[in-house]
């Protein structure tokens, strides 16, 4: 199994961009990689936007199992991402949000994140979704994940427009759907932050749903603590996108026992520590939208590994689900799930156990 392909944190982004794993098109496993059983109940997973860097990062796991894939953000100019490094191994614990983190030693289940949402140029991956699309299984699905690039005299009009052009351009090239990436964490530019800003949202999300027409508009987003911000966001974007995808991480420093990482700025932490805080506000936006009659969908993200997590997320009222630092670290993970998921679906209950016996 080590032969499985998977993300070097050791390398830059664009080295893995260039080294992405030789796949077949149209194959249906890896060699060497199991198939799912036939008795696998059906539970889709997904990626969120990060892992699958081009069409053959996504056709690669989705020969893995996965069956909702969405492509890295991409924006309407070419954007180199930041230096390595890129993705720097924190304490699998739950932390406040603005926290300090230490880095952790050992290989560890959570990352801090620090890209800076990078994108080819329009004409590369425009023709690389295209050709993803072309040659990515019917039955799997494939949302490209979309940000707005903005220059320092754009006003909320130029950047929804650049939102929107962003998302023509991927359905015009074969998406399934589109994400409109309105958090990052490792960003201070009104792009990054308009989750924060419900109306602004809307005026965004409106001009892509005006180009996207009925292709299935979902809203990326960060931590909201704040029960009357959730509301304002829920109750702003119902009618406009189909839902929500949430968390995009949780933000904290990270320093070392030398100093600090990424020169003391905040990054966006994903993984394991935070899974209790993403089920959290999965379950707080469901009950939000539950209380002002909104339609409104739910993706949960977020330290998703196991299908006990898997079950906590829907429990809390989400969808759908998608992991993205599990998946880096372990491409496996979503036939380990279905077969732990598959196995919870074939024990007999315990009243049966009792009648049998």
């Known amino acids: 199994m080590d032969a499985v392909a998977r993300y070097d944190p050791n390398k830059t982004y664009q080295w893995n961009y260039e080294n992405a794993p030789a796949i077949t098109p149209n194959s249906e496993t890896q060699p060497n990689v199991p198939t799912t059983e036939k008795n696998t109940p059906e539970v889709r997973l997904g990626i969120a936007a990060g892992p699958l860097l081009n069409g053959k990062w996504v056709l690669h796991y989705a020969n893995l199992g996965f069956d909702d894939l969405t492509y890295k953000t991409v924006r309407s100019r070419p954007l180199a991402s930041y230096p390595l490094p890129n993705l720097v191994h924190v304490p699998d614990v739950a932390f406040q949000p603005g926290a300090q983190l230490n880095n952790s030693p050992t290989v560890s289940d959570s990352w801090a994140i620090s890209f800076g949402m990078p994108s080819m140029h329009p004409d590369q991956w425009r023709s690389d979704v295209e050709w993803t699309r072309k040659h990515l299984p019917a039955e799997k699905s494939l949302t ?53 800003q419900a109306q602004a949202a809307a005026v965004v999300a409106s001009q892509v749903r005006h180009l996207a027409g009925q292709t299935p508009l979902w809203v990326k987003i960060g931590l909201v603590e704040d029960t009357e911000a959730i509301e ?126």
């Open 144 to 196: 490209v994940s979309v940000v707005a690039t903005a220059e320092d005299n754009y006003t909320l009009d130029d950047i929804a427009q650049d939102y929107a052009r962003c998302a023509r351009w991927a359905v015009e090239s074969g998406a399934d759907a589109v994400e409109v990436n309105f958090s990052c964490p490792n960003v201070s530019s009104v792009d990054g932050q308009l989750y924060q």
């Open 232 to 357: 304002q966001l829920v109750v702003c974007l119902n009618g406009i996108v189909d839902g929500i995808v949430t968390t995009n991480c949780i933000s904290a420093r990270v320093a070392s026992a030398t100093g600090q990482f990424f020169d003391g700025a905040p990054r966006g932490i994903g993984g394991s520590a935070i899974l209790a805080g993403s089920i959290r506000q999965v379950a707080r936006f469901h009950k939000c939208i539950a209380r002002t009659n909104s339609n409104l969908k739910i993706i949960g993200v977020g330290g998703i590994s196991n299908a006990q997590h898997v079950l906590d997320y829907q429990a809390a009222g989400a969808c759908a689900v998608q992991l993205a630092t599990a998946a880096m670290l372990d491409p496996l993970v979503a036939m380990s799930i279905k077969h732990e998921l598959a196995l919870r679906q074939n024990q007999p209950s315990p009243m049966r156990q009792t009648a049998d016996g």
